[in-house]
Nanobody, 122 residues
């Protein structure tokens, strides 16, 4: 069992930055990859980024590559998503999730957080 709690969302102007956090708890966290997904109103949930718990492997969606950075602090059991150069189209609820391997398909992820809202104004 893995529990995930996101924080750090909010309102930011276009071009600004936010850092999302995902606090993870549970046994054998080192067995998991941690991902960030987002869902805008009326749209399907989409992959943003993922990282192996060791930090050795990362994967990004093309839409965020070069602007977002995913990282993990093993000592704090926390995964971060640093979001720079934000655009209005980044507005969504952002979810943290855990899977047994690095990948972009939501179906791979067994555990999900409750989500945190990000709103980017133009």
């Amino acid at each position: 069992q893995v529990q995930l709690v996101e924080s750090g969302g909010g309102l930011v102007q276009a071009g600004g930055s936010l850092r999302l956090s995902c606090a993870a708890s549970g046994r054998t966290l080192s067995s998991y990859a941690m991902g960030w997904f987002r869902q805008a109103p009326g749209k399907e949930r989409e992959f943003v980024a993922t990282i192996a718990w060791s930090g050795a492997s990362t994967l990004y969606a093309d839409s965020v590559k070069g602007r977002f950075t995913i990282s993990v602090d093993n000592g704090k059991n926390t995964v971060y998503l640093q979001m720079n150069s934000l655009k209005p189209e980044d507005t969504a609820v952002y979810y943290c999730a855990a899977a047994r391997g690095v990948g972009s398909s939501p179906s791979m992820y067994r555990y999900w957080g409750q989500g945190t809202q990000v709103f980017v104004s133009s």
